[in-house]
C-alpha cells in the first residue's frame, strides 16, 4: 500500500451483505498519506482520526457489480496458481475445502497477470473502463474518492496496469482495429476506433502466453467474450472460425483478413484447451 503512486490503476472491491463485490476501477492521483481529522462522511468510521487516504480519480463505476465468487469460479485455477506468492494478494484459500475468498485487508497488490485476469472478465461483462492520463488531480470542491464511506461498504483492494502493451496498440492500428471474426470494428468520438487485444495463450500463470503478435488477435468487444468463454475459436489447420452454436452466422466462415503470422501453437491451445466445443 505504501508502493501506491499517482496513476496507479486501482481496483475496488467493495463488501455488501452478500459478499464482495467488484464496484470499479480509478486511478490513484496520490500517493497514502495521513490526515488528522477523521473521514468526511465518517458513517461507521466515526471517530477514526487520524486515518490514511490515498485519492482517486476518474472512477470507472461497474454498472451491474458482479460479485467476486464469479470471478473466483471463472478463474479458479489460475488464481489457485498464482497463491503460490501469496504475500499481500486480496483473496485467500481457506478451510478444508481451499475455497477462495477475499482476504481482510484493505488494500493488496494486484501483479500484471492477476490484473490479466480481472481485465479478461471484464470485457466478459462488456466492462471498458477508459481513463485520461492526462486529466489533473481531482478538484477540491469534488469528492476525491468515492463513497467508501458509505455504511455496509468497505474498500479493499487495489492497483495497476490497464493500459494494453504496447504490442496490442500497434496490432490495433496496424489491423484498424477490425475483428478478425468480423472484420466491424467500433467507431468513437472524434474518428477514433476501438477493439480489443487477445492473447490465444493467455498471459500470466499458469500459461505464460507471450506477449507477441503470433499470439494476440484483434477483436470486438463481443467475439472477445466469446473467445474469452471458448464458444468460438480459429482452426489451427484449415485457419477456418468454428463455433460452438453450429448455426452462429460466422460457423465455418474464413477469418476477416489474413494473419499468415499468428503461431499455429497458439491457436491450437485456444482451440484444444479453451474451446468448449472440444471438451
Ligand atoms: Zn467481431
Known amino acids: 500500500m505504501e508502493n501506491v ?7 475496488h472491491l467493495l463488501k455488501h ?25 465518517p458513517a461507521n468510521w466515526k471517530g477514526m482520526a487520524p486515518y490514511q487516504r490515498i485519492n482517486v480519480r476518474e472512477f470507472n463505476e461497474i454498472p451491474n457489480p458482479p460479485h467476486i465468487n464469479d470471478f473466483f469460479s471463472l478463474f479458479a485455477e489460475q488464481l489457485r496458481a498464482l497463491l503460490r506468492t501469496p504475500e499481500r494478494s486480496f483473496y485467500q484459500e481457506y478451510g478444508e475445502s481451499k475455497r477462495l475468498m477475499v482476504a481482510q485487508r484493505y488494500f493488496a497488490e494486484v501483479p500484471d497477470n492477476l490484473y490479466e485476469l480481472f481485465s479478461q472478465y471484464s470485457t466478459i461483462f462488456g466492462f471498458n473502463p477508459s481513463f485520461d492520463t492526462d486529466q489533473q488531480e481531482a478538484t477540491s470542491n469534488e469528492p476525491a474518492y468515492p463513497d467508501e464511506s458509505k455504511p455496509g461498504r468497505i474498500p479493499t483492494t487495489i492497483s495497476r496496469i490497464v493500459r494494453d502493451t504496447k504490442l496490442v496498440k500497434d496490432l490495433k492500428r496496424q489491423y484498424k482495429w477490425k475483428c478478425q471474426i468480423c472484420g466491424e470494428r467500433l467507431a468513437l468520438r472524434d474518428g477514433k476506433h476501438y477493439a480489443e487485444g487477445h492473447h490465444l495463450l493467455p498471459l500470466g500463470v499458469p ?30 489447420n484449415t485457419l477456418v472460425i468454428i463455433h460452438t452454436d453450429e448455426q452462429n452466422v460466422f460457423n465455418g466462415k474464413t477469418l476477416a483478413y489474413d494473419r499468415p503470422d499468428l503461431r499455429n501453437e497458439y491457436l491450437r491451445f485456444h482451440f484444444e484447451k479453451l474451446y468448449w466445443g472440444n471438451k
Open 17 to 41: 451483505e452478500d459478499g464482495y463485490h467488484w464496484e470499479g476501477v480509478s486511478l490513484a492521483s496520490s500517493g497514502l498519506y495521513t490526515v488528522e481529522n477523521e473521514p468526511p462522511e
Open 5 to 11: 503512486r499517482s496513476d496507479d490503476t486501482i481496483l
Open 207 to 236: 500459461y505464460n502466453g507471450p506477449d507477441v503478435a503470433q499470439n494476440v488477435i484483434v477483436l470486438c468487444p463481443n467475439h472477445h467474450a466469446e473467445f474469452d468463454y471458448g464458444s468460438i475459436a480459429i482452426e489451427p
